[in-house]
């Protein structure tokens, strides 16, 4: 049973700590799976035409960064990593999910500080920033929301924040 207890005890939780190394295949494979065909997002040329200094990754590249280019070798140790929820927000998704239910894509946003191109060595820090109950037609729905802030790791300055809200209606 989600109760208020559960939900409130979420919020801060660190969900994710992960360096990602922005690649062109996939960054240009992502782009056309979102049937989007921008040559800036596939050739060098074009995305200097356009004013980045790289080939741009879609908007929506940042939320599936974490899953391209996390590669094993330039991750924190464990023990920097302590602290973060094992198996991040998919570990809170299989407990909800132990008591039956539907998860729900609830909404996502971007805020960008700058491009991320092909290239970036992005840092990337995750946590549950809210998460609230609300009664709708006789259901219980949960909110979880997730927001991941990805720096530069060579500056150290931002580049772009994720906030993904994940909805588990019982």
Do not use: C
């Not at 800036?40 to 356009?50: C, G, I, N």
């Not at 280019?69 to 998919?90: H, N, W, Y």
């Not at 970036?120 to 709708?136: C, F, M, P, Q, T």
């Amino acid at each position: 049973m989600v109760d208020e207890a559960f939900l409130a005890g979420l919020i801060g939780q660190r969900t994710s700590d992960t360096t990602v190394v922005v690649e062109r295949g996939p960054a240009s494979t992502f782009a056309r799976s979102v049937l989007d065909d921008n040559p800036v997002y596939a050739d060098v040329a074009a995305a200097r035409e356009a004013g980045f200094d790289a080939i741009p990754v879609a908007p929506t590249f940042p939320f599936v960064m974490a899953h391209w280019g996390a590669f094993p070798e330039i991750q924190a140790s464990a023990e920097a990593r302590e602290g973060t929820l094992e198996g991040g927000v998919q570990s809170i998704l299989d407990t909800l999910l132990k008591d039956g239910g539907l998860i729900l894509h609830g909404e996502q946003s971007f805020h960008f500080h700058r491009p991320v191109v092909v290239g970036d060595v992005l840092h990337g820090l995750g946590s549950i920033v809210n998460a609230y109950r609300k009664e709708s037609n006789g259901r219980t729905m949960s909110f979880i929301v997730e927001e991941q802030a990805w720096s530069d790791t060579t500056t150290g300055e931002p580049v772009v924040d994720v906030r993904f809200n994940v909805i588990y209606r019982r």
